[in-house]
């Protein structure tokens, strides 16, 4: 199980950290990913993250401004997001994937697996 949280309204050019932690199965063995939905949009991916953490891979919107982290002892995945913009408004879901292989960081949404229940990010101008 995920369960997303650290979502809110903020103003552009804000910072906020999404927190993602898992439960059951064992976290260091899935690639984790951050996914965006806004109304009308389909499911698009924001960043991944593989197994140690090593890797790590983000979207051409995000790059440079979002950070993904994790923490295997927590068992958490982390999304800093710095210089928000507007655009960046959305439903913000983690995900693993559970069948990863080593050193992946899954960049669709068809490998991941298990998905959190999604977190509101409203970013006003």
């Known amino acids: 199980q995920l369960q997303a949280s650290g979502g809110g309204l903020v103003q552009a050019g804000a910072s906020l950290r999404l927190s993602c932690a898992a439960s059951?199965?064992?976290?260091?063995?899935?690639?984790m990913g951050w996914f965006r939905q806004a109304p009308g949009n389909e499911r698009e991916f924001v960043a991944a993250?593989?197994?140690?953490?090593?890797?790590?891979d983000y979207s051409r919107s995000v790059k440079g401004r979002f950070t993904i982290f994790r923490d295997n002892d927590k068992n958490m995945v982390f999304l800093q997001m710095n210089s928000v913009k507007p655009e960046d408004t959305a439903v913000y879901y983690c995900?693993?994937?559970?069948?990863?292989?080593?050193?992946?960081?899954?960049?669709?949404?068809?490998?991941?697996?298990?998905w959190g229940q999604g977190t509101q990010v409203t970013v006003s101008s």
């Open positions: 993250i593989s197994q140690r953490g090593y890797n790590s």
């Open positions: 059951g199965g064992t976290f260091s063995r899935y690639a």
């Open positions: 995900g693993a994937d559970t069948n990863t292989v080593s050193g992946a960081v899954p960049t669709t949404v068809a490998y991941y697996d298990v």
